[in-house]
């Protein structure tokens, strides 16, 4: 009954700015997840996560089979790589990928005559394992954020000894535009959902879980509540629909109402965030032992004829499926992730990975792809109210523009911004204020009196 | 397999609120055109040749910038459209024309392309116009003339069309002529400072009384500020804060003793105060980009009008505190920056 009662209340949010733009999910929100046909070449970049590339386990013109692994991890921070696909290593060679630079990566010429059944599986009861041997059951699976950061997911499990996770938040806020594929998770793999945060509260020892939803997804809320015991220690809570609520310090400030100590990790305060997506990946993937070789991605946008949540295999080149979606004519421009923090590809053979919850696409001409004049700084000040970190990017902006890289962040506390862009949506003068700060920031780490 | 295909790179945020600074400049404008009609109303195509003679100024003013610093056109933000028309409606309705052409060329000149044109403006540009021609003309900016004359809008002041470069015509026989009762050329404020008359608070909020061509009607001014502030294009922090800064100081002074001193009230609705608050002290570009900012920088202004005008040598005073307030404004925002998030909750560290 508490449970219901919350839904009426209205919904925690954080302390400052963001903002609302139109959401443009209803066109995939109520599309159930699908399968596509497999792309006749799957490439698999060995750098798909934070941390150290994988290490290929293969050679060119050897067999392999869906979800064998193909790579090994090189490292605490790394995961392995397994097959997404049944048939034959074509090359491991360099590959364009959506960071720009072309990085090396593991090609397979899939196999159009094999079933693609899964044949690497070792069911195990993963409950009855000791911590240590889940973190590496994580690793083994190569499980990353799904939400986008992609940041391995065992390192997050093994908090130090002198910093325990107690409280452990799911995010499912889902506050890109466009995208639908955790919404689609939450709906369709609850139970998976459910498994996986049971699992990784058994391996931190963490007393409660609270699954934070946006509340334009009441549906989802409702799902996964009709599935929690009322006073168990996993929780559902609705948050206020708005962008950026899905990032790691707005969803921590909104449930928890503490803020994350400048520099600091949600560790510090005894917190792990984990994002649906991976959680359902892995309640799904470690009893089978099994590992991460495709993912729910949301393909929409205004070129997109047929936009939907699709289950795609990890290494699907970019093109391939908006040829499905019936895309690949009208395509100017590709973003993987969501329109505001996602990252055009120079290349359609940009293969999907780990970390792409979305494709958006436009076509030339929408209106969104006009060109804008850029204005002066007016001062404004609607940069300064929606700034979620509280930041002012409007002087921050001025500095930037006179190259003060250094006083960005020594008096402007440049290294909070974690580019959600809100600053440079709302700014009338059409200031790309969130590629300022990207630059002051990449030059700000080669200058090492400025480093933080 | 897809090389070849092209595709456009751009960076993120790839959506864009559609609002730009010319859509902001374009509203202000029009919440300015009620306020400017009335002038026109209340006084004739005296005003109406003042607007159109400062926006056109102030324009050519701006074109002629533009070009020499080989920027483009900049009309197109229409900025300098409100420089015009709020110069016009800060000088006295019979204002010599080509006084008011010499007003509009120094605030587009001295108060905006000095510095580099729109937003590096230090001060809000129609305000160093006027305070130009305060200085030049202390005389003409002085001369009020009666609201509602008979055949304002037929005949000009004579003060109007004063050849350039010449004393303005002398108006106080024009003035007799009209035959109003009571008419004796002083503003409310100035009948307040020196007389110790007052003018009632309707009079002053519905309009109808002496000043400078946009002084008059308070509750259009408000309305106009109400929308800008409800479209979100003016900061509602500044107007507050000039209003609360102004009853901050003449509130314990009035009940003290209020034969002397004025009613806040009487200080909210009478001369430029209205105007200023809302349409020149919230000046984006001259105005901390602070939130607590913006309110200190209101506070600023609404207490050194009332303090000039209560104990300077003038009757009026919001354009030398809005003057100097904007020069105060960078200090202003570096003192109030915004608390970082994660900053003062260090110490935190239970979940």
Redesign the interface.
């Given at each position: 009954m508490m449970r219901l009662l919350n839904l009426f209340r209205r919904h925690k949010t954080f302390s400052?700015g963001g903002?609302h733009?139109?959401e443009y999910k209803e066109r995939t929100a109520g599309l159930a997840i699908r399968r596509l046909p497999f792309a006749p070449?799957i490439v698999v970049p060995l750098a798909q996560h934070k941390g150290a590339p994988a290490v290929p386990l293969v050679t060119v013109g050897q067999q392999v089979v869906r979800g064998e692994p193909i790579a090994g991890a090189d490292g605490h921070v790394s995961v392995p790589m397994h097959a997404p696909a049944t048939g034959r290593i074509a090359a491991i060679d360099l590959w364009p990928t959506a960071e720009g630079p072309k990085a090396p990566a593991i090609v397979i010429e899939v196999s159009q005559a094999a079933n693609q059944a899964v044949l690497y599986d070792e069911p195990v009861d993963i409950l009855a394992l000791s911590r240590e041997e889940i973190v590496q059951a994580v690793k083994d699976a190569g499980l990353v954020g799904l939400g986008g950061a992609a940041f391995p997911s065992h390192v997050k499990l093994a908090a130090p000894p002198d910093k325990p996770i107690?409280?452990l938040l799911i995010n499912g806020c889902e506050c890109e535009?466009y995208l639908t594929c955790d919404h689609r998770v939450m709906l369709e793999k609850t139970e998976a959902l459910l498994h996986g945060i049971r699992i990784v509260m058994h391996a931190t020892g963490a007393e409660r879980a609270l699954i934070g939803v946006e509340d334009n997804k009441m549906d989802a809320v409702r799902a996964i509540a009709d599935k929690l015991a009322d006073d168990g220690p996993i929780s559902v809570h609705a948050v206020e629909a708005k962008y950026p609520q899905g990032a790691e310090?707005m969803l921590i400030?909104s449930l928890?109402g503490?803020?994350?100590?400048?520099?600091?990790l949600p560790l510090?305060?005894?917190?792990a965030v984990y994002n649906v997506g991976t959680l359902a990946q892995m309640g799904e993937l470690l009893p089978l032992g099994r590992g991460l070789i495709e993912r729910v991605v949301t393909v929409s946008g205004p070129a997109v004829v047929h936009p939907g949540n699709y289950l795609v295999p990890i290494g699907t080149?970019?093109?391939?499926l908006l040829q499905q979606v019936g895309a690949?004519a009208a395509?100017?421009?590709?973003?993987l992730g969501g329109?505001?923090?996602?990252?055009?590809?120079?290349?359609?053979?940009v293969p999907v990975t780990k970390g792409v919850s979305g494709i958006?696409v436009?076509a030339?001409g929408d209106?969104?792809?006009q060109p804008?004049?850029v204005?002066?700084?007016?001062?404004?000040?609607?940069c300064?109210?929606v700034?979620?970190?509280?930041?002012?990017p409007?002087?921050l902006g001025q500095l930037a523009q006179k190259r003060e890289y250094g006083r960005m962040e020594q008096e402007?506390?440049l290294s909070?911004c974690f580019?959600c862009?809100?600053c440079?949506?709302?700014c009338?003068?059409?200031i790309?204020l969130?590629?300022y700060f990207?630059i002051a920031k990449a030059i700000n780490r080669e200058t090492p009196a400025v480093a933080v | 397999m897809f090389r070849g295909k092209p595709v456009e790179i751009r960076t993120a945020p790839h959506l864009k609120r559609p609002q730009g600074v010319d859509e902001i400049m374009r509203n202000v404008v029009y919440a300015l055109l009620p306020i400017a009609g009335f002038s026109v109303w209340q006084f004739g195509i005296s005003s109406l040749a003042l607007i159109v003679t400062t926006t056109l100024v102030a324009m050519l003013t701006e074109r002629l910038f533009s070009h020499l610093s080989g920027r483009g056109n900049t009309l197109k933000d229409w900025s300098v459209v409100i420089t015009g028309i709020l110069l016009a409606l800060t000088l006295p309705p019979g204002f010599p024309l080509w006084m008011a052409a010499v007003a509009a060329f120094v605030a587009v000149a001295l108060g905006k392309a000095l510095f580099g044109g729109l937003g590096y403006n230090v001060m809000n540009p129609a305000l160093v116009g006027r305070a130009f021609v305060q200085a030049a003309f202390p005389v003409a900016i002085t001369t009020w003339t009666p609201a509602f004359a008979p055949g304002r809008f037929t005949e000009f002041v004579p003060s109007t069309l004063t050849l350039p470069f010449m004393k303005p015509n002398p108006v106080g026989e024009w003035i007799v002529g009209l035959n109003i009762d009571g008419f004796t050329g002083a503003t409310p404020l100035a009948m307040q400072k020196f007389q110790h008359i007052f003018v009632s608070t309707t009079d002053l909020f519905l309009g109808g009384v002496v000043g400078s061509s946009g002084e008059a009607p308070a509750l259009l001014i408000l309305l106009g500020g109400l929308y800008l502030a409800a479209r979100r294009m003016l900061d509602w922090r500044i107007p507050v804060g000039v209003f609360a800064g102004a009853a901050a100081v003449v509130l314990p002074l009035w009940l003290y003793d209020s034969f002397t001193y004025p009613s806040p009230l009487f200080v909210w609705f009478s001369g430029g105060l209205m105007l200023g608050a809302w349409f020149m002290a919230s000046d984006m570009i001259a105005s901390p980009v602070t939130p607590l900012g913006a309110f200190v920088y209101g506070a600023l202004i609404g207490v050194l009008t009332v303090v000039i005008r209560l104990f300077g040598g003038l009757s009026e005073g919001v354009m030398y505190a809005i003057l100097l307030a904007n020069a105060a404004s960078p200090l202003i925002a570096s003192i109030t920056q915004p608390r970082v998030y994660g900053q003062a909750r260090r110490q935190g560290g239970r979940a």
């Open positions: 400052h903002i733009p139109l070449r107690r409280t535009p310090k400030e928890l503490e803020q994350i100590p400048e520099g600091g510090d305060l005894g917190v080149p970019v093109g391939f690949d395509a100017n421009e590709v973003i329109p505001m923090m996602g990252m055009t590809v120079a290349s359609l053979d958006v436009y030339a209106a969104d792809q804008r004049t204005y002066p700084c007016i001062k404004c000040s609607r300064v109210e700034c979620p970190m509280h930041l002012n409007s002087m402007h506390h909070q580019e862009g809100c440079a949506y709302v009338p003068s059409n790309p969130t590629q990207r | -």
